[in-house]
C-alpha cells in the first residue's frame, strides 16, 4: 500500500570550501563546512519516483563553489546568495536553510609578527552562522558558536542539593569546572553584524565563565553567562547554550595514605552531565530547545 | 543586569551499563548507552544559584545502575522504570525523557552452535528507545534504529532531474546506492511489544531497500521503506528515516585509456547528501523534522 | 645549515577503492583502504627540492584504480600487481609497501536467501593484507584482521597477581573479558591462501577466546589463542596480538543497599590495559613488537 | 600443542590525569594523558596463567596519581619517578616505556590580561614525552610533537616530477600547502630542557614552515624544518617528521563558465599524501622509521 509523505527535506552536508583573498602580500584564508537543505512540494519524487522538481545535491555543491568565485565578504552574506540563488534554481522550494561553520585560522607568529601567508588554527572554537530563508519572506539569521572549551581550577561549587537514597555525590564547595560550549543566538534584525559577533560573543561569555567566582553549578555560570552576553551585545534579543559537565573528579589517594588537597584529579569521559538553557530579553519568545 | 530564563533542561549522558542475565549456563548479554534529561521549574538553580531542588546528575547514573539490580526485562519498561523513580525522586520535575541506545551483541559460533556466554556486536545497527514521560500523563514511547548500513550495487537511478547552470553532474540509469539509515517510528499505545519491533522494523526496511529495484532517487527508496514498514507493522503510526547518500562514484578510467563499465568506484566521504522524511498513516500527525 | 637526511618514505593513505563483480545477477562487492608506500633514493627531493626522481603519491592513486579495472581476484594478488607496477613507474624506489585493509560486507538476507546485489557490513572485524616488495626480491605478505570485538560474561579470572602499596585491583575468580582483537601473522610461503586465511583465522581465534574458560588474564587467552591458530592453521608461522582490556566493571551498589552478583557493570573507556604478544613456532624468528 | 611466546609487552593507556598547582592565586593546570608499557619476564602468564609476576595494569594507574601527589615539575622529570617506582615494585620488568602526551592549555584573557585559574586549549598541539628506562641502564628520552596544523595560501610548488601512463595530475607553480605535523626528536643527554623544547621546537618548525617560500614539495619543507630545527637547538641530535599532505584543490569553475585564479578550493580528506623522514646530524645514527 502507498502511504502519505510526511515533513521532509533535503540537501548537502559536508561542502568543505576555502578561499583565498589577497590585499597584495597579505592574505585573508576562509574555511567552511557548509550544509544545505531544502524543504518544499517534493512529494513526487518520493511517491512517484518522478525526479522533475528536485534540484540535485550535487548542484548545490557547485551553487557553492561558483558564488564563491565572486569572494566571501561576510559568512552571513555569502549564505544569503546561495540561498537566494537556490530559491530562484528551485521553483519548488518553500524554505532554504543554510548552516555554515567557519573554522577560524590566526597568522602564525614569526619574529614577533603575524606571517602573511602562513596560518594555523586559531583557539576559541568554530563560528556557526543559520540562515533561514523562506521564499517571499524576511530571513531569519542565527549565530552560534561552538567547541568553546574552557575550565576553572577554582571559583567553583556544587552543594546544597537535593539528595535522596540514590545519591552518593559528596558536596563540594571548590571544584574544577570545565565545558565545552556550544551556543547558539537570535538578533534583532538584518543589519546586524554578525561577523563581529562571531568572535565577541564567546569572548563575552568565557569571559564570565572565569570571573563568575561564586558558582554554585554548571546552570548558574550558564545564566550568568548568558546574562552578560545580552548586556555586553544589544543586538541579542536570546542567547542558548548547552554545557556539558567534563568532570574532573578529585582522586582519592587515601588508599595510598596521602591526602589530596585539590591537587589530583582525573580526567572522566564517561558518563558526562549536560546543561542547556536559554536566556532571553523580557517580551522575547525563544525557540524551544532542539530535539 | 538579570535577565529570565527561557527553555532549559538538564539530565546525564553516556551512561553505560551492561548486565548479565542468567538461564543455567546460558547467558544473556545486555548493553546500553542512556540519557536522562529533566525539565521542569529549575529557575532558582540558574538565577540564584539555589541547588535545593537539583537532583545531582550524578544520582541519575545511580539511579539508573540500581534499578538495573531488579533486571532488564525489556528496555522500555526499564526505561520507565527509572522515568517513574526520577518523577518521585525530583518534586520541581514536569517532564522526564529517558533515550536509551542498545547495542546488540550475537552469540560467537563455535562447532556450528551459538556459545552460551561468548558474544560479538551484532551486524545491523543499533535499537533505540525515546521515553517521555510528562508528570501525571501516559507516556509517550518511540521506537528507533541507528547505523544500519545498507548498500545495493544494482537496482538504482537518478536522472531526468531538475537542470540548471551549475548542475554538472551527468545521469545515471545504474548506480551504487550506499546509506547509513537512522530512523525513528512512533507506535499506537502502552501493548506495543517494542523489544520486538526493533529487530523486526529494520528486517523490514533493509529487505525492501534490497528489493527496490526500480530506485530513481534515495526519496523514492526512503517512501517505498515507509510504505512496507507501515504494511507490515500495524503497530507503527508512522516512521521516520534519515539517510546520508554515502556516494560511491565510478571512477574516470579514462585518462588511462580504459573504459569502466560499473566496475570501479571510489568511496567519497565528503560532501554527503542527505534525505529525510516521513511516511504516515492517513489522518496521523507525525511530529517535526528535527532541528 | 643542511643536514644529511636520514630514514624516510611517502605514499598515498586512504585510497578507498570499491568494486563490483558480477556473476550474472550474483554481485560480488568488495570494499578497499589501501595505503601505498615508497622508500628508495629521495635525498634531493629533500635536500635539494629536485622531483626528478618524484612519482606524484596522486598517481599512487590512479595506479590502484587502473588496476583494478582488470578486477581483483584477490586482495593479496592485487596488492602484488600494484607493487610490481610502482618498481617499474619508479626506478628511484628500493622497496614498495602496499598495505590493503578490506571491509567485509554479506548479503542482506530477504525471505531466508542472501541477496544478489544488496549488503550490509559483515560481523567479526575488518582484513588485513600487509606486502612489503623489495626489489629484486621476493615479497613478503602478512595477514592480519582489526576490529574483532568480543566478550565473555564469565570464564575468566584474574587474582594472584603481585602486590605492591599501590595496588587496589580486588582479586576476582568471574568477571567479563572484553576486548577488540588486533591480529597480524607471517606465513609459509608464495601459496598461501591469504583469502581464506583472512576469515579463517580470526574464526579460530575468536572461538578459542570463547572456549577458554580457565582464563587467568588476558595474557593467558592470548597465548591460547595463538597456540589454537597455529594448531589449526600450518601454513602460519607467527601470530601477533593486541588486546586492549575492556574493562567492564562490577557497580558497587551497596550505598544503595544492595548486592550485585555479578549482574550489573559499567562499561569504562578509559584508562585501559594494552596486552601485546607474539606466539610463534619453534625456530621462527618473529618481527619485533612495532614502535 | 603448546608454543612458546616471542616479544612481548603490556601496561596501561589512557591514564588522564590532570594536576593544579598554585603560586598563590596564581594557578597552573596540567593535563596529561599517560600511557605506560612493561617488558620483561612474563612468560609463566601467557603460557601457565600463572599470574605471580603481573604487576596489575590497576596498579600502574595508582602509582601514576600517587606519584602525582608530590607534583609534576616537569613532565620528563615525572615520567622517570614513575619509571624508577615500576622497576621497584615489579622484579620480572626488564623495561619500562612511559609516553606522555600533554595538552596544552592557556590563560583565558579578561580585561587584557591572563586569568589567574581560566584557561583554554592552547593554539599550537600537543606536546610528548617518550621515556624508555632499561633496568640498571640510562634512559633514554625523546620529545615529540603532535597534532601541529599549518597551512600556507602560496610559497609552495609541486612541478617536474616523474610521469608515468598512471599520472594526470597537472604541475603547479602556486599552491595552498597544509599538513599537521607530527614530530619526534632526540636529544644529547640527561640535563637537556625537555619542558622548554616542547614549545621551543614546534615554533621553531612552524616559523621555517611559514618563511620556507621557495618550497618545491612537502619533502623539501620537511627537509628545511629539519635543518631550522637542528641549527637553532643544539640539544637535538635528530628530528623526525610525519607530515600528511592534506590536499586543498583548486576546483574547476570552468562548467559554470567562470576562472579561478588561486580563490576557491575544496578541502579533501582522502585520499592523502603522507611524507615521513628524518633529519639528522651528520655522524648521528637516528632510529628506523616506526613500523
Known amino acids: 500500500m502507498t502511504y502519505p ?27 567552511l563546512d557548509i550544509e544545505v537543505r531544502l524543504e518544499g512540494a517534493f512529494e513526487a519524487a518520493h511517491v512517484d519516483g518522478d525526479n522533475a522538481a528536485v534540484l540535485p545535491t550535487d548542484t548545490m555543491r557547485g551553487t557553492c563553489f561558483a558564488l564563491a568565485r565572486d569572494g566571501i565578504d561576510t559568512v552571513a552574506g555569502f549564505a544569503r546568495r546561495v540561498a537566494d540563488r537556490l530559491l530562484v534554481a528551485s521553483p519548488a522550494v518553500r524554505q532554504v536553510t543554510i548552516e555554515v561553520v567557519a573554522h577560524p585560522w590566526e597568522r602564525i607568529e614569526v619574529d614577533g609578527r603575524g606571517h602573511d601567508h602562513a596560518f594555523r588554527p586559531a583557539p576559541g572554537g568554530d563560528q556557526v552562522i543559520v540562515l533561514t530563508q523562506p521564499r517571499d519572506q524576511a530571513p531569519e539569521i542565527q549565530g552560534g558558536a561552538r567547541g568553546v572549551r574552557v575550565l576553572k581550577t577554582t571559583g567553583s561549587a556544587f552543594s546544597d542539593y537535593l539528595v535522596d537514597e540514590h545519591t552518593t555525590l559528596p558536596p563540594t ?3 574544577i569546572m ?21 568572535t565577541a560573543v564567546p569572548a563575552s561569555f568565557a569571559a564570565t565563565f572565569a570571573e563568575h567566582d561564586q558558582s554554585e553549578s554548571v546552570q ?16 541579542l534579543t536570546w542567547i542558548r547554550f548547552r554545557m556539558p559537565n567534563e568532570h574532573h573528579n578529585l582522586v582519592d589517594l587515601s588508599p595510598y595514605g596521602l591526602d589530596n588537597p585539590n ?29
Open 178 to 198: 570545565a565545558t565545552t560550549v556550544e551556543a547558539r543566538w537570535g538578533t534583532t534584525g538584518p543589519d546586524v553584524e554578525h561577523e563581529r559577533l562571531a
Open 5 to 31: 509523505m510526511g515533513p521532509n527535506r533535503y540537501g548537502k552536508s559536508g561542502i568543505r570550501l576555502a578561499t583565498v583573498a589577497r590585499d597584495g602580500d597579505r592574505h585573508t584564508f576562509r574555511d
Open 173 to 175: 564547595r571548590d571544584r
Open 263 to 291: 591537587e589530583v584529579f582525573v580526567v572522566a569521559d564517561r558518563p558526562f552531565g549536560v546543561i542547556e538553557g536559554v536566556v532571553a530579553r523580557d517580551g522575547v519568545q525563544p525557540p524551544e530547545l532542539p530535539g
Open 220 to 235: 548558574h555560570t550558564l545564566h550568568a553567562m548568558g546574562s552578560a552576553v545580552l548586556d555586553a551585545h544589544p543586538e
